[in-house]
Structure formats: structure tokens, C-alpha cells
């Protein structure tokens, strides 16, 4: 069964700078996925970033990019320019690239960001 | 819809009553998935649907729980006889195609509470 491990319980940052998840996870399949997930208080899950395993490339949408470091099974996130508004509880997630869906998350990480 | 709707929003209920959770998956969405989320935790899996076939129920604790989608779209998750360990927050997720890379919408949620 694959674990994602999310070391970090709480993680705080200043607005404006620049702050990093870490997440390790741990499969013996070659074909999987990743995801970066924000939990803001409200408690909508919102995708915030997405890793086919396939890819050597590290993902990255504006402000977010990964670190995907395969053969050490580790998918840090990177948020540039913190704003307020990315303060929430960010999961990272695995998912099989044989399965219809299923997600198997990490335990969270709080974000505070101070102004 | 606009989204993933989930209802009721929260729940208390006493120990030994039976509850029902209600989901609208976004409109045309194939999949569906039932997580729950424990207080600070990640959510965990419960069970999946491909349309009205419930293909996967691993990950439902007990007899006590089940899962319904009769006609492909509106589902209810039931739990019979709550216990005080079934409190958490109970998250639903649609996506427009089965074993795909396609994005899981979450919805808000509903919170369980069991006295």
C-alpha cells in the first residue's frame, strides 16, 4: 500500500517571501501521480498543483512549483510571494496511475502567514 | 451545478441514531468519492462510484456504514448506530472521468459531531 508523509505539522511564513512543504511518500509503482492540495478554513479542498511521475519536469503554476525528486520518493512544494491568502492546511496526495481516482493523502501541514 | 454541494453542512446526532449525508456531484461527473477527515488528519478513503456502481468499498470501517448512488448522480452515505469514533468531517469529490488524470472537485463537506 503506498503512505504519504507529511513531516511538517505547522509551517509559518512572512508575506512576501518564500516558504517549502515537504512531503515523502512511499510505492513500489512506476506510474503514479502527485497533488498539492489547499484546506482553507472554510474546508473546500482546492488542487493547487498536480506531478505525473512520467514527467522530469517540475510542475509549476505562478506562485507554486515542486521539487519532485523520484528516486528519493519526495514531492516538496515552493510558494513564492506569500500572500495572506494562502494561509489553509495543504495536503499532498498520491494517487496510482492504474487506479480510477482513489487519493491517498498526508497528514497536512498548516501554513500561517504573517503580515 | 457550479460545484459539489454537500448537505447537511453539520450534523449532531446522539450515539446509537442513524444518520444520512447527502452529495451533488457536479452535473455529468462519473466518479464519486466518499473520504472522511478526521480532526487534523488527512482525509482517508471510503468508497468509490462509476456512475451508479459502487466499485470500491474498501475503505468503509464498518457494517455500519453504506454508501448509495441509485442513478448515477445524488449520493448518500448512511451510518447506522453512531459512535462516538465516527465524528469528522465527511467529504465528497466528483470527477468527469473514470481512471483518468482528470481533477477530483471537493465539496464543502459535512461535520459530524456524535454525543
Known amino acids: 500500500a503506498q503512505t504519504v508523509t507529511q513531516s511538517q505539522p505547522e509551517m509559518s511564513v512572512q508575506e512576501a517571501e518564500t516558504v517549502t512543504l515537504s512531503c515523502t511518500y512511499d510505492t513500489s509503482e512506476s506510474d503514479y501521480y502527485l497533488f498539492w492540495y489547499k484546506q482553507p478554513p472554510s474546508r473546500q479542498m482546492i488542487l493547487v498543483i498536480r506531478q505525473e511521475a512520467y514527467k522530469q519536469q517540475n510542475a509549476t503554476e505562478n506562485r507554486f512549483s515542486v521539487n519532485f525528486q523520484k528516486a528519493a520518493k519526495s514531492f516538496s512544494l515552493k510558494i513564492s510571494d506569500s500572500q495572506l491568502g494562502d494561509a489553509a492546511m495543504y495536503f499532498c496526495?498520491?494517487?496510482?496511475?492504474?487506479?480510477?481516482?482513489?487519493?491517498?493523502f498526508g497528514q497536512g501541514t498548516i501554513l500561517t502567514v504573517h503580515p | 451545478g457550479a460545484g459539489v454541494s454537500q448537505s447537511p453542512r453539520y450534523k449532531v446526532a446522539k450515539r446509537g441514531q442513524d444518520v444520512a449525508l447527502r452529495c451533488d456531484p457536479i452535473?455529468?461527473?462519473?466518479?464519486l468519492f466518499w473520504y472522511q477527515q478526521a480532526l487534523g488528519q488527512g482525509p482517508e478513503f471510503l468508497t468509490y462510484f462509476q456512475n451508479e456502481a459502487q466499485l470500491d468499498k474498501s475503505g468503509l470501517p464498518s457494517d455500519r456504514f453504506f454508501a448509495e448512488r441509485p442513478e448515477g448522480s445524488v449520493s448518500t452515505l448512511k451510518i447506522q448506530r453512531t459512535q462516538q469514533e465516527d465524528s469528522a468531517v465527511y467529504l465528497c469529490?466528483?470527477?468527469?472521468?473514470?481512471?483518468?488524470?482528470?481533477?477530483?472537485?471537493f465539496g464543502p463537506g459535512t461535520r459530524l459531531t456524535v454525543t
Open positions: 452535473s455529468g461527473h462519473v466518479s
Open positions: 496526495a498520491y494517487r496510482s496511475g492504474t487506479s480510477y481516482g482513489k487519493l491517498t
Open positions: 469529490a466528483s470527477s468527469r472521468v473514470a481512471g483518468d488524470n482528470y481533477e477530483q472537485y
